[in-house]
């Protein structure tokens, strides 16, 4: 039969009467033949189906081999297992993926399939070796699933998986569209057999990821293509415990180079675009997420900057939308300290947001939901480049803002410093707070400025303004170094900013170093610093502009020429300073009649009125302030300590004093929200122990004292008598005389300062000391002014009463004499506080309250009342946690030593709209890049740290503290925080 069937496919008959002779021929196959004949038949079928490349012929094959093996399967078993599969392997085999077809066909064909089985084990991994062609591995592995005792046993297994990896790393990709998806298919049968070998051979699937990542981990050579996205189809199957194992074990191998896991965390990204795979994302996300636990950021920058741009688009195709917008998501969440790679993919926000409305499925708006609330919080974490954002509002305008709470919430989920270090972190890498702002670090015992520094930062617009003061002076410079502060405070990715180089020129002369000192005191200072700075500054650029000169490079006294960096330290921030030209172009011309910074936010104008008692004449001043003093008016005539002004000074009871008394006495700083019972403070170092035991308890009988703040301003307000020692010197008399003094406020300040008058000198001790009295602290003040022409009368606030009657001795808590005009009142609304912890101005700690809604018109929103929803925060030095106006108001109900000192009110009307001072955003966006480029270097540092220390590792503290640097103020080692050493006080003398 086999001669008949050559001769008739050899003949010069056309094609249609060469199939009908054949068909005739086949119709025999089920008579009964020798089996040599049927054997014969069989042979030469074979040789057609997978040796010719005429398709006529391997269609006659194909049906003659179907019809003889169907009656003929003995001669069909023995020729499958003891002549086709040992010659057709035996040399290089033509067309594999035809063989293994037609084995597959046989095995379907025959009984017993062990025999052949067992020769098809030991050729598999030969043919994986050999045949390298995609359509081969498809055809191996489509034998493997149909028949899978034909898989290799023990380690042979983990070959033929190893060779599979490699075939599938060096596909290329088809052009036309049926050959893509052929392709497609292919790689489909070869991930469901790797997976089903790992099923079967659960110890495979080590070796089988190790040779996986040795493929994808290769540094590319320049000729070589990438491996093929094609091999994260065979990753998919693999369970989410697993995937975390692998992760953890490469990202930890110290064999495992930066260069090796940067290439393999490139190309995981890369199987993004490989369709229909599952859990890429997962692999992608977990590499990401152990790189940042490792502290490998810099891999990270480097893979996030490269892959974004390719990561972004694949958001518009169905098949990879889910995976791709995963991972996008979580790089561009965790990529916090620059705005490059959200910047880097802006500009195709407009057409990919077109793309997923144009598409209008259900997959595709869900996604553009989720990626304009992404897109929002990126806005939100970098604010400050308007060019770049209104393009993506327009294009997402009609998606909601998610709640600033959301925002922050997954920030703080996805940034890398979140991730629990293996190793445990130093405190100098401490992660950031639960807020999301960053802290101070106490240079030793700089709370008094620390807490100024941190109440300036939350007032609205001035920090804006000082920010975007638009000339740059010299490091020297206050608010040189006040604007490289606040730049921190807002983008820095560090848990706190050492203000060291702002210490330097901020610190009054005579404020002895390491030493506790009064924070309004210095915040006086700072204020008349800046306000110097920038008026010599202008008066200096007036002169520039008048003479048609260059700009001088001399500058204003006190200042220096700009250095290129105000560190060298690479353990701390690095503020080099932004290249910003000394150039008026940005600011208003100088005038006297323009406002400086301060006078604009501070400034407040009084006018004061003094009658002679004894000729009644008149004096009257008007003054500029930037802040108001309020004492404490005495209340007990037989009190046996009077204030230095005129208050009482007797310090209210701590409300248990047995439970104060065993409190534990080595912590002087209250804990994120203070109001735990372990407070403790440092008496002046004139306290001996015993004095300030008995000082302490002898109030403990007496019942607190409680004033209310409108009260300490009223009394401000009211008539003073001068008299004694205070007497007045009239110019008409020519003779110091008795004489009555009125105070009115004709300008009300932006800001309204008001300080406590807490320390005072006590008679009986002989020491100053701390009024400790509560003050009921008002959210809402209403600050009484005139009219500068009605306050400027002579006699308007006098009459004719007899004096006696009018002016006591001391002032009292009543009504004013004269009432100020309601109409021209001013309504405030309390923004900050600094509370002091402590007896006295020399010891104990500052922190301060920041109402933190204020900062930021965008961020402030309504609550159900139609009201302002407010956001306060306590900021500790390096320590910053949420908190409420209501904790600020009880803290001294709960903590009898902690006291408000310091007030910060701003104008209700300002809130909501106050104009800025400069609108120079270059100047802004250039301290950002600064900060970027120390945000970069500080992720690096925390690399190099863990990659050193591995041999030194020590659990984190509880306490989230900020590393002292060793090059401490003025390189004299203070102690880093407040309380021991701060006034002097010898360790045991410590007291409650």
């Avoid at 052949?116 to 359509?135: E, N, V």
Wanted: glycine share 4%.
């Amino acid at each position: 039969m086999d001669t008949i069937l050559e001769g008739i496919v050899a003949s010069d008959h056309s094609e249609g009467v060469k199939r009908a002779l054949v068909s005739k021929v086949l119709a025999s196959a089920s008579n009964q033949i020798p089996a040599e004949q049927a054997a014969a038949v069989l042979r030469l079928s074979a040789r057609w189906i997978c040796n010719e490349d005429s398709l006529f012929l391997q269609e006659v094959g194909q049906l003659a081999f179907e019809a003889w093996s169907r009656h003929h399967k003995a001669v069909l078993q023995t020729y499958l297992c003891q002549t086709f599969l040992v010659s057709v392997f035996a040399d290089e085999v033509r067309n594999p993926a035809r063989v293994l077809r037609f084995v597959k066909e046989c095995l379907r064909l025959i009984s017993d399939t062990d025999r052949a089985c067992g020769i098809l084990q030991k050729q598999s991994i030969s043919l994986a070796r050999d045949y390298p062609d995609i359509s081969v591995m498809a055809e191996l592995s489509s034998l493997l699933l149909d028949y899978p005792s034909c898989m290799p046993d023990g380690s042979y297994v983990c070959g033929l998986i190893q060779y599979m990896i490699r075939n599938l790393s060096k596909l290329k990709m088809p052009v036309t569209e049926s050959d893509h998806k052929k392709c497609l298919s292919d790689v489909t049968l070869i991930s469901k057999a790797v997976n089903s070998i790992w099923q079967r051979n659960f110890q495979a699937i080590a070796p089988s990821l190790a040779c996986l990542f040795d493929v994808i981990s290769k540094l590319q050579e320049d000729t070589s293509p990438p491996p093929s996205p094609a091999l994260g189809s065979l990753v998919q199957f693999i369970p989410a415990n697993v995937i975390d194992l692998v992760i953890k074990k490469v990202t930890t191998d110290p064999n495992v180079s930066n260069e090796q896991l940067r290439n393999a965390l490139t190309r995981i990204v890369d199987w993004l675009s490989w369709p229909g795979v599952r859990n890429v994302d997962s692999w992608a996300i977990s590499f990401f997420k152990h790189l940042a636990v490792v502290k490998k950021f810099s891999i990270l920058i480097h893979v996030s900057i490269a892959t974004v741009e390719t990561v972004f688009p694949k958001l518009s195709f169905p098949i990879v939308r889910k995976g791709a917008y995963s991972v996008f998501q979580h790089m561009m969440l965790s990529f916090q300290h620059s705005p490059e790679a959200f910047h880097k993919i802006a500009s195709q926000v407009p057409d990919i947001v077109s793309r997923l409305q144009v598409e209008n499925s259900a997959s595709s708006t869900d996604c553009c939901k989720n990626l304009s609330e992404l897109l929002y919080t990126l806005m939100y974490q970098f604010p400050g480049y308007p060019e770049v954002y209104v393009p993506i509002i327009e294009a997402i305008k009609g998606f909601p803002i998610p709640p600033e709470e959301v925002m922050k919430a997954s920030l703080l989920q996805a940034t890398w410093t979140a991730n629990k270090s293996l190793f445990g972190l130093s405190s100098k890498f401490a992660p950031r707070s639960e807020t999301g702002k960053a802290g101070l670090v106490n240079l030793g015992n700089t709370c008094y400025m620390n807490s100024i520094i941190q109440a300036l930062f939350v007032i609205k617009g001035f920090m804006e303004d000082i920010l975007n003061f638009p000339v740059s002076i010299s490091k020297h410079s206050v608010i040189m170094q006040l604007q490289t502060t606040f730049a921190f405070l807002s983008y820095t990715q560090r848990a706190a900013y050492s203000p060291e180089q702002f210490l330097q020129v901020s610190r009054p002369p005579w404020f002895t170093p390491g030493t506790q000192q009064d924070c309004s005191e210095f915040l006086k200072y700072l204020l008349d610093r800046i306000d110097e700075e920038e008026t010599n500054l202008f008066k200096l650029l007036s002169v520039t502009k008048d003479d048609r000169s260059e700009p001088s490079t001399s500058l204003p006294s006190g200042t220096s020429q700009p250095s290129a960096s105000l560190s060298s330290d690479t353990s701390q921030p690095s503020t080099s300073l932004p290249d910003v030209p000394l150039d008026g172009s940005s600011f208003p011309p100088f005038t006297r009649e323009r406002l400086s910074l301060v006078q604009t936010y501070f400034g407040g104008k009084s006018v004061t009125k003094i009658r002679c008692l004894k000729c009644n004449y008149i004096s009257s001043r008007e003054e500029m302030f930037v802040d108001i003093p309020l004492a404490f008016p005495e209340t007990d005539a037989t009190s046996r300590t009077k204030g230095l002004g005129g208050g009482d000074a007797k310090k209210r009871p701590c409300p248990d004093v047995a439970v104060c008394e065993a409190e534990d006495m080595h912590e002087t700083k209250p804990v994120e929200q203070p109001h735990s019972s372990n407070h403790t403070l440092i008496m002046d170092e004139a306290f001996t122990p015993d004095e300030a035991f008995a000082y302490q308890h002898a109030s403990a009988s007496q019942s607190p004292k409680e004033k209310e703040l409108e009260s300490l301003l009223k009394h401000y307000f009211n008539p003073e008598l001068l008299n004694g020692d205070n007497q007045y010197y009239c110019d008409s008399c020519h003779h110091l005389q008795d004489a009555d003094k009125r105070t009115h406020i004709v300008e009300a300040p932006e800001i309204l300062v008001l300080t406590l008058m807490r320390f005072s000198y006590d008679a009986v001790l002989q020491r100053r000391c701390k009024i400790q009295d509560h003050v009921r602290l008002p959210k809402t003040l209403r600050l009484p002014r005139r009219n500068r022409e009605v306050a400027r009368r002579p006699s308007d606030d006098f009459d004719d009463e007899d004096v006696d009657t009018v002016l006591p001795e001391v002032k009292k808590l009543k009504p004013l004499e004269a009432p100020e005009d309601e109409a021209a009142a001013v309504d405030y609304t309390l923004v900050g506080a600094v509370v002091h912890s402590g007896l006295s101005s020399e010891s104990g700690h500052y922190y301060c309250y920041g109402r933190t809604d204020n900062v930021d018109d965008s961020l402030v929103c309504l609550d159900a009342n139609g009201q302002w929803e407010e956001h306060w925060c306590l900021f500790n030095d390096d320590r910053v946690s949420h908190s409420s106006f209501e904790a600020l108001t009880n803290i001294s109900s709960r903590f009898c030593n902690d006291t408000a000192y310091v007030l910060f009110y701003q104008k209700v009307s300002s809130r909501q709209g106050a104009k800025r001072h400069f609108s120079n955003s270059a100047v802004r966006t250039t301290f950002q890049d600064m900060v970027a480029r120390d945000n970069s270097a500080y992720l690096q540092e925390q690399e190099t740290e863990a990659r050193h220390d591995k041999s030194a590792r020590r659990p984190i503290s509880n306490d989230n503290y900020w590393y002292k640097d060793k090059d401490s103020d003025d390189q004299n080692e203070p102690p880093g925080g407040c309380g021991l050493g701060g006034g002097g006080v010898p360790p045991g003398h410590l007291v409650f």
